[in-house]
């Protein structure tokens, strides 16, 4: 078959708030091939700059966008998901944001190939079956330990063994409000749930306090402390490891591309890497990250702050891996986190797991009233000539 369509999706709510909240907008790509099948992708970035990676006008034979690169070619196999991830790569060789723009269409090509081959993503990446995931609840830290409390309470009450407090005012006020907020997590989920705390990169290179909050969260029994330093800060990493903190340290979702999460892993002592299918080019990227931790004994966890499409990208990724148990699971209330997918998504099960889809591609499809509802129409002209204007739903 061929790609006939590449159809691009700008879908944002009608406000957007300066929280740390990837599913306010998003990017969403469908992919058309020319015997009526079609798959879905998505991105995690600034919907806007990534489309343009789409369609801009070619500067030279390394910035060619990536419409040219897939248009009219041909996908038949998992060989031809691989080859076009890499044509389009080189197509973009110096587009900075080639990464995240290019794990739409990444995302998209694997769902309409598995829907071709009729197997499930994680099938087509080598694993023979799919092993379920403990969700963890990802939510922002509350204004203050008592809202945050709050929020763990009602993510208890909703059935979630375990969450994620990020963002916020972690570290932008004093050490005693930091402890107070990871202790009013604590106290909202209960003594038997995980508790994982994410501090958005606030020390930047000064492992020197993130050891200390590390040595201060410890009582609290958290699974690990997520991306206390900046994802570039390597050294910084390793500094931090070496000390050997009394929680895991965990990082990745700032790595871009391969082998920024390699370096992670590698030279920064980190314990869990957690990578963005939606931001790491795609799937087949992700597949090599993956693959890559399996090899040096560290766990993988997806990060997905987006919609239910992307958070099956990211599970098929690892879904074969029976050792990597937790899986980040939005748990926001933007229309977009569930309702892009609704009313499939992946719902939590009886047992408090998700379960990979055993259909077809990812395994979910796209609420087409949701884009509709949330659509902005995009047109991008240059010159007189139409780049891009938002095609029919």
Not at 159 to 179: E, Q, R, Y
Not at 184 to 208: F, H, I, N, S
Not at 370 to 387: M, N, S
């Amino acid at each position: 078959m061929k790609i006939e369509a590449i159809d691009l999706f700008y879908v944002a709510l009608p406000e957007i708030k300066r929280a740390a909240d990837g599913s306010q907008d998003t990017l969403l790509c469908r992919v058309r091939a020319d015997n009526g099948l079609y798959g879905w992708g998505e991105s995690d970035s600034s919907p806007l700059v990534s489309l343009a990676a789409y369609v801009f006008p070619m500067s030279h034979s390394n910035i060619i966008n990536i419409n040219e690169a897939l248009l009219g070619e041909t996908i038949d196999s998992v060989e031809d998901v691989h080859r076009l991830r890499v044509k389009a790569g080189v197509y973009g060789l110096d587009v900075q944001q080639l990464d995240h723009a290019v794990a739409a269409v990444d995302i998209a090509l694997w769902d309409l190939a598995g829907k071709h081959l009729e197997l499930p993503v994680y099938k087509m990446l080598g694993y023979e079956r799919a092993y379920p995931k403990l969700p963890y609840a990802s939510v922002l830290f509350g204004d203050t330990p008592d809202e945050t409390q709050m929020i763990a309470a009602d993510l208890r009450e909703r059935g979630f063994a375990a969450a994620k407090f990020g963002w916020g005012p972690m570290g932008h006020g004093t050490a005693a409000n930091d402890v107070a907020l990871v202790a009013a997590a604590r106290e909202g989920m209960g003594q038997q749930a995980q508790v994982m705390v994410d501090a958005g990169v606030v020390w930047g290179d000064d492992d020197a306090t993130a050891y200390d909050r590390a040595v201060s969260f410890a009582e609290y029994g958290i699974t690990w402390l997520e991306e206390p330093l900046l994802s570039d800060e390597v050294d910084a990493y390793k500094r931090l490891t070496d000390r050997k903190p009394p929680v895991p340290i965990a990082a990745g979702e700032g790595a871009d591309f391969f082998r920024s999460a390699d370096d992670l892993m590698l030279n920064g002592g980190i314990d869990f890497v957690q990578i963005d299918v939606g931001r790491t080019g795609g799937i087949t990227v992700c597949d090599r990250i993956c693959k890559r931790a399996q090899e040096l004994d560290i766990q993988y966890v997806n990060h997905t702050f987006k919609s239910h499409l992307q958070l099956a990208a990211s599970l098929h990724v690892f879904a074969g891996v029976e050792a990597f148990q937790l899986m980040e699971y939005p748990a926001g209330d933007s229309p977009l986190v569930l309702g892009l997918t609704a009313p499939t998504g992946l719902p939590v099960n009886a047992e408090g797991m998700v379960d990979c889809p055993e259909t077809p591609g990812l395994g979910v499809d796209v609420n087409l009233n949701t884009v509709r509802e949330y659509l902005q129409p995009v047109k991008i002209e240059v010159a007189g000539k139409v780049l891009h204007e938002t095609p029919a739903v």
